[in-house]
């Protein structure tokens, strides 16, 4: 009975003490420099209505707020300390919480929240106490100032330095695809804003990042920046440079671009610089140029219209838009000496009615491709200096007809061309056409169809041959009606030759003496 009476009159001074004093909560938050704190204050607004509210520093007094940062009517904030004391809260539901922005140690300390009820001892207080620490300093914000093609220059705005002085700050920058643990890592003075990375490559991709450090810490990495360094001139010249000569006039060219880590942008093209020797004077003649763009990862070009039997010089330099490279060089390349073509091997086909069939083989085509061949022909008694040339053939023609009106003895002979020269003379046909005796037929004079006893064919190495006519294949049936036609009509009256020829489609008329009276 005693001991329930003791604890019954400890019950009763406590709630006397509480009504006398207004009970007080409490509790402890514990932040660091720079951060917003939050201290939580609340009221019952629905029961109570909107209340007058304020904020001190240090212990609640018996009324009022010691040392006050901020007050309230209840429906809006009419005092305040400093604009760093905010009352985000729904005042009208009772939320009287009190931040403070981007505390300081010197924030550190006990702070009271006092509620003003209506009524004695009906306050209502909270009080919290707040500890501030120093930290790491805030992460950098950095950014791009100026990119050239071997450095690139970064500047940066002082962090917050969580409440110790920032003591340095460093920069680590990569390859844009390869891990952090492979950066480069640059400590600079904290009185810097600015610096210039150097030894960078030209037209390559990097990534930037920075941290600020303090007596406690080095702070988060900054936001990354991707660079990419200016193009330059290549620094390497092109790689496997061979000469070939393919003719006497042309040579090629082959190479490989620059290494991949010393041509400095994307390649454009190729300067290709070349010059002749002159081996009398022992110095080189004037450069000539040419340009080609950047293909492939073998490159070539073919040099033409150079002169045969000559020495040349030849450098390859590669091109980004910012320039271009240093050469590269290979020993002097001679072009071929020039080579004629082979002649052609010519041969008769076949002898009818005043028409001779002709083809030939070609030869070995010499140092260009062959581009045609002509034909040559005269009497078989007369010079070679007395020759004419018939007709031009092309260079995949390889058989012709000619027709020849006078009845004789005649040389045939060939010769093929290319770019360079022409060839020897073929082998000589000498053709022989005697002229064929009329026969009657129904009582009308006629020229037989064949008569190959009226022609002899000779061939005859190493001097050439030509008709009067020459004819397409095609074109020899009617060429020859028409020939045997006139031919009885020479026959009678006996007068002068007329020799025609037709030659490529066109007919040409000659009035000539016969290579042979008949």
């Known amino acids: 009975m005693i001991i329930s009476g003791c604890r019954c009159v400890a019950l ?76 985000r809260g729904n005042l009208g539901e009772g939320d009287v919480t009190l931040t403070i922005r981007q505390v300081q140690e010197s924030d550190s300390g006990l ?69 952090w643990d492979t950066a480069v890592r640059t400590e600079v003075s904290p009185d810097l804003s600015q610096v210039t990375l150097v030894d960078l490559r030209p037209a390559k991709t990097y990534n930037v990042r920075m941290f600020a450090a303090n007596s406690l810490g080095t702070s988060d990495a900054s936001n990354v920046l991707t660079i990419t360094t200016k193009e330059a001139a290549p620094e390497g010249p092109p790689l496997d440079m061979q000469l070939q000569a393919l003719s006497s006039h042309s040579i090629k060219v082959t190479w490989k671009p620059p290494k991949a880590d010393l041509r400095n942008g994307v390649l454009r093209g190729y300067s290709i610089n070349y010059r002749e020797y002159d081996p009398v004077g022992s110095q080189f ?86 581009t045609g061949f002509y034909l040559e022909y005269k009497a078989a008694n007369a010079s070679w200096d007395y020759t004419e040339s018939v007709v031009d053939f092309s260079p ?33 046909l000498t053709v022989t056409i005697e002229e064929a005796v009329p026969q009657k037929v129904n009582g009308t004079e006629t ?12 061939n005859s ?9 020459i004819v397409p294949v095609v074109l020899v049936g009617l060429i020859v009606a028409m020939v045997t036609a006139w031919k009885l009509r020479q026959i009678k009256q006996r007068k002068g030759s007329l ?11 000659r009035g000539s003496e016969s290579l042979q009276e008949l």
Request: with cysteine; proline share 7%; net charge positive.
């Open 12 to 87: 009763c001074c406590s709630l006397l003490f509480c009504l006398l004093t207004a009970c007080v909560s409490a509790n402890t938050i514990i932040t660091t420099v720079g951060t917003d704190a939050t201290l939580r204050c609340n009221y019952d607004a629905k029961y109570y209505g909107r209340l007058s509210v304020c904020w001190g520093r240090g212990a609640i007094p018996n009324r009022g707020c010691a040392n006050e940062v901020i007050r309230t009517d209840g429906t809006a904030v009419i005092s305040r300390l400093s604009e760093r004391y905010l009352l």
């Open 111 to 179: 702070y009271g929240c006092r509620v003003d009820i209506p009524g004695w001892f009906n306050d209502h207080k909270h009080q919290t106490t707040l500890t501030v620490n120093a930290g790491r300093p805030f992460p950098v914000k950095v950014e791009t100032r100026e990119v050239k093609e071997k450095t690139v220059t970064v500047r940066w705005t002082p962090p917050f330095d969580g409440g110790r002085p920032i003591t340095a700050y460093v920069i680590e920058i990569k390859n844009k695809y390869a891990s």
């Open 285 to 370: 003649k004037t450069w000539q140029q040419l340009n080609v763009a950047a293909t492939r990862e073998v490159e070539s070009v073919i040099l033409t219209n150079l002169k045969p039997s000559t020495k040349y010089g030849v450098t390859v330099q590669a091109k980004t838009n910012a320039g271009i490279g240093p050469p590269s060089t290979a020993p002097l390349c001679s072009t071929l000496d020039e080579v004629p073509p082979d002649p052609p091997v010519i041969e008769v086909k076949e002898v009818k009615n005043y028409a001779i069939s002709l083809f030939w083989t070609p030869g070995f085509e010499g140092s260009s491709s062959i």
């Open 396 to 428: 995949n023609q390889t058989e012709v007809t000619i027709i020849e009106i006078n009845p004789s003895t005649y040389n045939i002979r060939m010769f093929a061309k290319n770019s360079m020269s022409i060839s020897r003379a073929s082998n000589v």
């Open 447 to 458: 020229l037989p169809t064949t008569h190959p006893d009226a022609v002899t064919v000779k």
């Open 461 to 469: 190495p190493g001097v050439p041959t030509v008709f009067p006519i």
């Open 499 to 509: 020799n025609m020829l037709l030659s490529n489609g066109a007919i040409r008329y």
